[in-house]
């Protein structure tokens, strides 16, 4: 009887000089099972809020008190979604937040786009500073100047020109239209800064040979610059309309009597239950989850249609790594 001959070879069990494990691909195929594992568990941890506050707005107050249901409600209802469509104004709040995300976000994009434009390619006096100073404003805490803004909103006279202590701006989208038009918000700073790294990282010859044709700053600035930084525009854009729609704060300090889904949603579970939404808790947050989840429905849909431009332009940025 012949005696059997085993060695390792390259990663590989030889045997009789038959190849019987492979453990090269054995550590391949482990590798693989324990990504998909993490990723799995990651994605758990950021998709669970999400799964039960869905979960929760669909159920009844017999599923809240039955300890056998954790997740999955045995008696779904959509009774919840249409009080807060009701009582939300959903139709009008909707159109209203529409308006004023879209015309904040455009405006932020262009007034942001042209100063980093400026920080990244003009020298002037005191570009370092001045560019330090838009960093550190990403620092500052908003609660720390909002008594000083809304007392300008208040008072708006434009330094005093105005007459008869100036205009009252409060109660409209002015207090977010001026900032966005003067790059000038609270996270202004950062678009500044990404869009500043982007046209720094674009290279200089497609504008020099561009003001060799005859094309001037402007249209060098439209025709040739603009086209390669889509990537950033979409960030910008995507960013400022994410936190403008979902912006409490701000809207409920300007605006406070204003048909937006977040100031709806603050009151919804006050409106649907009267005086006693105190002494029904549970009741509440039945509809104040649905109601959140009107608010967070068109923003997963627009990530759905926008993801792959969403994570190639956060790539290119290089606001990751």
Not at 193 to 222: H, N, W
């Amino acid at each position: 009887m012949a005696k059997a001959t085993a060695y390792i070879s390259y990663g590989k069990l030889i045997v009789n000089g038959k190849s019987v494990l492979n453990f090269r691909r054995i550590g391949s195929v482990i590798g693989a099972v324990l990504r998909y594992l993490i990723l799995i568990g990651i994605s758990y941890v950021i998709l669970y809020p999400l799964i039960v506050k869905l979960s929760s707005s669909v159920m009844t107050r017999s599923d809240i008190w039955d300890p056998s249901v954790l997740i999955i409600p045995k008696y779904p209802s959509l009774n919840n979604y249409k009080l807060a469509f009701r009582f939300m104004e959903y139709p009008l709040a909707f159109w209203n937040s529409f308006k004023l995300a879209f015309s904040v976000s455009s405006l932020q994009l262009i007034s942001c786009t042209l100063v980093g434009y400026g920080f990244a390619r003009y020298r002037f006096f005191g570009n370092g500073f001045w560019f330090s100073l838009v960093i550190f404003s990403l620092v500052i805490p908003p609660e720390l100047i909002l008594i000083p803004l809304y007392l300008n909103f208040r008072f708006f006279d434009f330094f005093g020109i105005l007459p008869d202590g100036g205009f009252n701006l409060l109660g409209s989208a002015w207090p977010f239209i001026l900032p966005a038009i003067t790059a000038s918000g609270f996270r202004n700073g950062l678009y500044i800064y990404i869009m500043r790294q982007i046209f720094r990282g674009a290279p200089k010859e497609l504008e020099e040979a561009a003001y060799v044709d005859g094309a001037g700053p402007f249209r060098t600035f439209f025709r040739v610059v603009l086209p390669g930084s889509i990537h950033g525009l979409v960030v910008v854009f995507l960013f400022s309309f994410v936190w403008m729609w979902n912006d409490y704060s701000l809207t409920s300090f300007y605006w406070p009597k204003g048909k937006l889904l977040p100031i709806m949603l603050s009151s919804l579970t006050r409106n649907v239950l009267g005086d006693q939404y105190l002494h029904a808790p549970v009741e509440g947050s039945l509809v104040n989850n649905a109601g959140s989840f009107l608010i967070i429905l068109p923003l997963l849909l627009l990530y759905a249609f926008l993801q792959r431009y969403f994570v190639e332009s956060i790539e290119r940025t290089g606001l990751v790594g």
